[in-house]
């Protein structure tokens, strides 16, 4: 059966917002015939403009009648500035609860809130703009840490690229694990990273604070994931002192070395559960963990969930709180 999307644009509106998802979305047909079926929503009939001028033409206005499965609300300086009269506000309204399901991107929450006004809900955006959509909206919460939140049918994300991560994770819940990944194949996605990981990387801190000491070495541990390496070999990597290294890691990542590099394990062994034929002894041994138990506990006490739970899709039956993760990708926001 196939699935019906809409999505909603108005003038200004980010284009990666709407072509990001909607490429990943389309490309799960090449696998799946008819998997997902995508139309334009504008307020009329007129052409919409991006935020950077381009034209795009919809399929529908808010005056049509038609039918769909998810609303997807795009982002951008246009749309979160967007004043919607009360007939169009309630229009659309009206189509998002006719919707199994509704997702924004990006700034497209500041939409999404208004539709829901009624509604506790908990929302993320663009990080820029996360104080702005609380502020305006005081019975929302906002978290502006994780890529994308669920709360029940309603999906928020992050800033552009984050779109595709939703977008990802809502292919892996309709078609499975396998499907996901071979999509994030082909769009030559390096990760698909979970939901709750932060917009704002730590090698982007680092990079941003007022020492680069252990830019090198993070690279390094990057490379590193399935060797033990010793707080006394970072040292030795960055020419400091254990004390030293101590002292840089709690000061800039809030955290000691050992305990860094234990979460970037964690994060790559999460990542490789999302991959096709992942095997939870293997990936234990893989990187490192004397045995499965221990890496069991670890991943558990680091996610909330265990890695067979994980595997099996059950983090997608609830909803996506905040929490923290390392991420090895910096996210370059939007920010209109």
Same mark, same amino acid.
């Not at 015939?33 to 950077?52: C, F, M, P």
């Not at 994060?267 to 034929?277: K, M, P, Y």
């Given at each position: 059966m196939t699935i019906k999307q809409v999505y909603f644009i108005a003038n200004g509106f980010?284009?990666?917002?709407?072509?990001?998802?909607?490429? %990943?979305?389309?490309?799960?047909?090449?696998?799946?015939?008819?998997?997902?079926? *995508?139309?334009?929503?504008? @307020?009329?009939?007129?052409? #919409?403009?991006? %935020?950077?001028?381009?034209?795009?033409? #919809?399929?529908?206005?808010?005056?049509?009648?038609?039918?769909?499965?998810?609303?997807?609300?795009c982002g951008g300086t246009g749309m979160r500035t967007l004043a919607l009269s009360h007939n169009e506000l309630a229009v659309l309204k009206k189509i998002a609860l006719k919707a199994k399901r509704v997702f924004s991107i990006c700034t497209g929450a500041f939409i999404l809130a208004q539709l829901f006004q009624d509604k506790a809900l908990t929302l993320t955006t663009h990080w820029r703009h996360a104080a702005s959509l609380a502020k305006q909206h005081p019975n929302k919460i906002v978290t502006p840490e994780p890529l994308f939140i669920r709360d029940h049918t309603i999906w928020s994300s992050a800033g552009v690229l984050s779109g595709v991560d939703l977008a990802l994770a809502i292919i892996r819940e309709d078609y499975g694990n396998s499907m996901a990944a071979k999509v994030a194949k082909d769009l030559v996605v390096y990760l698909q990273r979970a939901g709750s990981q932060q917009q704002y990387s730590d090698v982007l801190a680092l990079q941003?604070?007022? =020492?680069?000491?252990?830019?090198?070495?993070?690279?390094?541990?990057?490379?590193?994931?399935?060797?033990?390496? =010793?707080? *006394?070999?970072?040292?030795?990597?960055?020419?400091?002192?254990?004390?030293?290294?101590? /002292?840089?890691?709690?000061?800039?990542?809030?955290?000691?070395? *050992?305990?860094?590099?234990?979460?970037?394990?964690?994060?790559?062994? /999460?990542?490789?559960?999302?991959?096709?034929?992942?095997?939870?002894?293997? @990936?234990? =041994?893989?990187?490192?963990?004397?045995?499965?138990?221990?890496?069991? /506990? %670890?991943?558990?006490?680091?996610?909330?969930?265990?890695?067979?739970?994980?595997?099996?899709?059950?983090?997608?039956? *609830?909803?996506?709180?905040?929490?923290?993760? @390392?991420?090895?990708?910096?996210?370059?926001?939007?920010?209109?």
């Open positions: 980010q284009a990666l917002d709407l072509f990001g998802p909607l490429e %990943a979305f389309m490309e799960t047909n090449s696998f799946k015939r008819g998997a997902y079926d *995508s139309k334009l929503l504008g @307020i009329n009939g007129e052409d #919409v403009q991006t %935020a950077y001028h381009q034209k795009v033409s #919809v399929d529908f206005t808010l005056e049509d009648d038609f039918e769909l499965d998810d609303l997807i609300i941003s604070g007022d =020492s680069l000491k252990l830019s090198p070495l993070i690279d390094w541990l990057a490379t590193q994931l399935n060797n033990a390496i =010793s707080v *006394s070999r970072m040292a030795e990597y960055c020419s400091l002192s254990e004390r030293q290294l101590t /002292r840089l890691f709690k000061l800039h990542l809030n955290c000691t070395p *050992s305990h860094y590099f234990r979460t970037l394990k964690l994060n790559h062994a /999460r990542d490789l559960l999302s991959q096709e034929n992942s095997n939870l002894q293997l @990936i234990s =041994s893989k990187l490192g963990f004397n045995n499965y138990d221990s890496f069991r /506990r %670890a991943f558990t006490k680091q996610f909330g969930v265990s890695p067979s739970h994980y595997l099996n899709g059950t983090r997608h039956s *609830s909803t996506i709180t905040k929490s923290t993760f @390392i991420q090895d990708e910096v996210l370059l926001g939007e920010g209109q």
